[in-house]
């Protein structure tokens, strides 16, 4: 499979990562509202203890979240679960989607080639 560039640091990722990408994804939204829902229970001494975590925890979602939508697609199936996915992201209210991360989404779209 060929490897096209799909990180901002410049690194090398296949195509075929796209599953784990979005899996990854997944488990660091869930990692947000466990430590959200935490957060709103906490008494004051452990949400100080809690807030600097979730700050890393969402800063890591945002940096799954652009990865994601940063992949290429290898086939069409790869685009219609991308998509799926992403809209799903977006009218669920599961996260915040960035005007970013849309533009890189369609950037990767319109790289495709069938």
Known sequence: MPIDPACS???AREADELVDLIASHRRAMA???SLGKRLMHAEEAEAELIGPRLDAVMKNETAIRREAAMAPVA???ELKMKAAYFERLMNNGWCDVDPDDLHELLRSFAAFRT
Request: aromatic share 0%; no cysteine.
């Open 31 to 33: 990692e947000v509202e």
């Open 75 to 77: 086939d069409v199936g």
């Open 9 to 11: 640091t410049g690194e």
